[in-house]
């Protein structure tokens, strides 16, 4: 079993930034891409970036130019600087990553609210 603990969420007035982390840890024999979701009050969950092994990343439109993804392989730690953030950006955020052969395991989430 893999687990990710998220963190580094909050509150933040708009036009801040926030660190996200997202640690795993369990019986990990391979590591795939890692990658940050986020889920709104009342919308469908969405992705906002992945970072694959080869360091390719991809980012969601909404979020390009402001937020970074970026790995610690040694650490199995994969983290999300965001900033210019904006009230639209106010979601629970999930990490996802992908182990031991094409497994999918997710976070629990950690809030993130932009208001001022």
């Known amino acids: 079993q893999v687990q990710l603990v998220e963190s580094g969420g909050g509150l933040v007035q708009p036009g801040g930034s926030l660190r996200l982390s997202c640690a795993a840890s369990g019986n990990i024999f391979s590591i795939g891409p890692m990658g940050w979701y986020r889920q709104a009050p009342g919308k469908q969950r969405e992705l906002v970036a992945i970072k694959r092994n080869s360091g390719n990343t991809v980012y969601a439109d909404p979020v390009k130019g402001r937020f970074t993804i970026s790995r610690d392989n040694a650490k199995n730690t994969v983290y999300l600087q965001m900033n210019s953030l904006k009230p639209e950006d106010t979601a629970v955020y999930y990490c996802?990553?992908?182990?031991?052969?094409?497994?999918?395991?997710w976070g629990q989430g950690t809030e993130v609210t932009v208001s001022s």
């Open positions: 996802k990553g992908i182990f031991n052969g094409g497994n999918d395991y």
